[in-house]
Structure formats: C-alpha cells, structure tokens
C-alpha cells in the first residue's frame, strides 16, 4: 500500500559541513529524524518518539541535530540536541533553559549562538542563548523581542549580527511586517511595514559575513514577489522575474534561495498548481529555468557547487530527492516505494468571484463516477500537481477526485488568497460548488454520489458545506475540523486565534456574528448526510473538545437521517504513523462503502 512506502525528504546539510546533512525519514513505520553522511551514504537513526520527530535542523558546523520535542504531537515543548551521527537517546541536551512553548523559530549561528523563538498565552518572546558550538554554553538568555501579539524569529545574517522577525503588532498575522534587531542585545537596526493587507516574509540574508542584505518576499502588486533589503543603505530593490524576451514570468513565488555566491538566487514560482524552479541572476536580471519542467517541487536547496537538490513529485510519480543537474537520485527511500498513480487534468469553473482553478484524477472507465471532493487545508495554501497517496488510494477504489483551489488558496495573486475574509467557508463552498457543478454538467461526477472530505481547514469546510449546502453530498469526510468555531478559539494555540482575529475582525467577542456564521455547529439542525469525524485526541490547532461538542449536538437530533461516526486518536493535529495513517484509510474507505448510495 503507498501509506505504507518509505518517505524521505530533502536533505537539510550544514553550511559549513555540506556532505553533513540533517533528515526526516521513515523508520519503522514513522517519519524521524536522522543524520545522513553523503560521503559514506549512511543514513542514522536519532530520535525514536512514538509520534514521530519531524521538526528539525543541523546546526553549521554540522556537529548537532536540533529537534523539537512534544508530548504526542501536541507542539507544545521545547529543542533538544544531539551529537551528529548518534542513536536515539545519545547524548541528547535540553541546551535552552526555558520553559516550554509552542515554537516560534529557531536560528543557529556557527559560534554556537541560537536565536529561539516562543510562542505561549502570553505572546511571543525571542531570545538569544549562548550554548556552544561543541560543548553546553553560558546558557545566559539575552531577550531579543517580546510581544503580545504573534512573531517569528525568521532570519539571522550570516555572520549572526542581526535577527530578522515577522511581528504582527498591527494585529494581522496574515500580513506580517519586519524587525531587524542586532543580536547580541535586541536594539531595533531596522523597520519594513508595507501596511494593512499587504505582508513581508524574511527569507534569508546573503551568505557573507558583513553583508546586510535581506532577501524578502512582498505582495505590492498583489501577487508574492521578490525583493533585496539593503540595510546598510535603507534601500528595497525589486526582484523582477522574466522570460526570455521580456515579459514578466507569471505565477507566485513561493520560496527562494541564495546561491553561495551572494549573486544568484534559486526562485520557487507557483503557476497554476505547478511549481518550477528558476535561476536568477541579481547583476542583469537573468532568469532561467531549473530542474523539472512539470509536475512540483516541494523543497529545494543550491549546493555549494553550484548543482541544485530537490524534491519533486507529480500526481502520477511519487516524490524523489534528485540533482537538478544530473536528474539522478539523491538519496533513496530505505524500504518499500510507492507505486505510481493517475495524471491529473486541469479543470476551470466559473465561479462568482472569477475563474476557479480545479484538479481532476479520473480511473479507468466512463463516468459519471463516484467523487471524492477532495478540500484543501490552510486555508492559505493549494492543492498542487504532486503525488498523494491518499489521493491515488480513492483513485483506486473507483472514485473521481476532485481538489479544488478555492478563494482563500495561495498561488493566485493576493486577492484570490484574502477573498474569504468577510464570508469564512462560505466563500470557499461557492467555488467547491462551481466546480461540482461543472464537472457534473460535463458527465464526469454522479451528484447523487459525491463524497466531501478534508482536514484541518478542509475538515471545517466539510461540516460547513454538509450544514449549508445539504442537498449536495451524500457523505461527509471531516479529519481534524474546525467544528465548533467559538470553542475552537478559545481552546486553540496562540498564533491561531491571532489568525482567527485577522480573519474575521476580531475576537467572538468583538465580532459574535461572523464566527457564528462560519460555525458548522450553527447548521447542524440542517445537516442530512453520514459523516465520519476523525480528531487528534493532543490536537492544539482544532482541539478535540469542540468536535465533541459537534457531534454530540448532530447525535441529538432526533430527525437526523444519517449516522455520525467518532474516531479519535492519540496524537496531535493528524499523524506521521503508517499504522495510524493506513487505519484511518481503510476506515473511511469502509463508512463511505456503507453509506454511498449504488448507482442506478
């Protein structure tokens, strides 16, 4: 089964020590942490947690594996590190004296200096901690920042002078701002705001000591775009992308890279639900393609010599670490591999608010066949032409699906993304609609036979769309929701309700009716379909006691025609365990089977 191959993720190698590189990989069965030697090709194991170990970096030098340490996924904890190379449970330091948090960044510098950055009830706090390049530290703590609202340590200059920090002290943290700091003592070097609606993300500094450039991301012209901060001069250059004879190259950036070099930059851009790398010359503006020319790259990285690593994947091809020079396997999964799947067709509706871009994975056969309405989490991101196993497995079993790039999703310009705030998950269910109903009109989709499914802000727009849009779906698939919207504020983690606040204008104090609209527990009286509800039983993002009180409501209702099916389990905000994963599967699999009307 493809839940069950051997996962690998691009390699994150040390900057002073290349052929030294941290990994998260599959290792029995759950996705861990490992140090990967490219010299000799060894891959070792260094943590072993129940739930999984996914958050993590090498320090420069390459002598530590820095990992984030939870209780069962619920990411509330702090850093732990080891000695490159080790075993679980070898040598592992609690090298920052601080209590626990949700983390906030976490930034290294090779002289043994660490930025962290957390996040709790009270805001956010980044300090600057002394912990050696080899051995334990002065573990004195110098606060850089404090906030109530969110923040991020994000950058820190090559020579580890200067923090950069995304702050949302205009209390937007979908439209963040810049601080730079020095950091040995916290004083403010620099400020960036572009103002209300439009946001800056710190990328990195150039690779030099003394170099004071910034490489941000910027949304002035209503898509993210690149630009150079120049501390030294106070001035902000942009970064202007083009094909070969001038016109500008179209998509969204979505991540860049500085070559070590300092004057060439590696360009992720999202088009269309694909993403392509790109080579850019700073000096002349030259801009060239990089690497796969379909399908998506999820991570990518220059090496010091000058070849580029990625990950890449399409619908039909599982994902592969690769050199963009030479297309060859970077490092290879440890075990089974995934079998390969169907291409996806692009599909376009009209919606009212424009044009919604769609992805179709059809089997083999004629339709109309039975759907699967595949809806995106974020709600700030896009279902792209990459390889889901989860995806493929409906494919499998007879099922169209169908992943929908709604108002709200990134890769479409600014508006498209912000177009949610006023009308949360109703916005989002015009465009599922839009689609639903072009695909059915096209004979494609049985809309007696159509199954709405998603997790997290997918899960949210399930039980919202089963409440307002009843005659619609048949059955209803919610992992992880948002369920009970009031109550998910007031249990969810910090940098959550700053997102709530952005999104709907304040607190349900502050703004009552527009949380009570969005709520999925307004219409439950209205709700007629079957629905499976999964929940992370530690989830800090849509917490298990508002779905409990989701489902307790539908069970009370004594006219409710279907059946509301509870599964919990004892991990966070969803799972990194095949077992877990494969378990899930099969049990939605087997509720939609039970309750899926036959075809006429």
Known sequence: MRLRAHQVELPEWAEDAPARACVVATARGVLQVHSWDQRTGRLVQATDRPQGTTLATIDPLGRWLWWFDDTDGDEFGRWRRQPFGSPPGHGVQDPVDLPDAYPAGLLLARDGTAVVGRSSEQGTTIHQVVVGATEPGTDELVLLYRHECDAEAAALSHDGNLVAIEHSERGDNRHMALRVVAADTGAVVADLDDGPGRGLTAIDFAPRDGDLRLLLAHERRGRAELAVWDLGTGLVDDVVLRLPGGAPLPGEV??????????TLLVAVDHEARTRLYRHVLAGA?????????????????????????????????????????????????????APSVPVRDVWADGPGGRVHALLRVPPGDGPFPALVDVHGGPAWHRSDSFSAYLAAWVDHGFAVVSVNYRGSTGYGSAWRDALEGRVGLTELEDIAAVHDTLVADGVVDPARSVLAGASWGGFLTLLGLGTQPGRWAVGLADVPVADYVTAYYEEMPDLQAFDRSIFGGSPEEAPEAYRVASPLTYVDAVRAPVLVMAGENDPRCPLGQVLNYVRALRAREDYPGEVELYTYGAGHGSVVDDEEVAQLRRQLDFVRRHLPDRP
């Open 254 to 263: 979505t991540d860049a890279w500085w070559y070590p070099d300092g004057a």
């Open 286 to 338: 030259v801009t060239t393609p990089v690497g796969p020319a379909d399908g998506t790259v999820s991570e990518a990285s220059p090496r010091p010599d000058g070849d580029v690593w990625l990950r890449w994947s399409s619908a039909a091809s599982p994902r592969t670490v690769v050199s963009a020079t030479t297309g060859r396997e970077i490092l290879a999964p440890q075990g089974l591999r995934a």
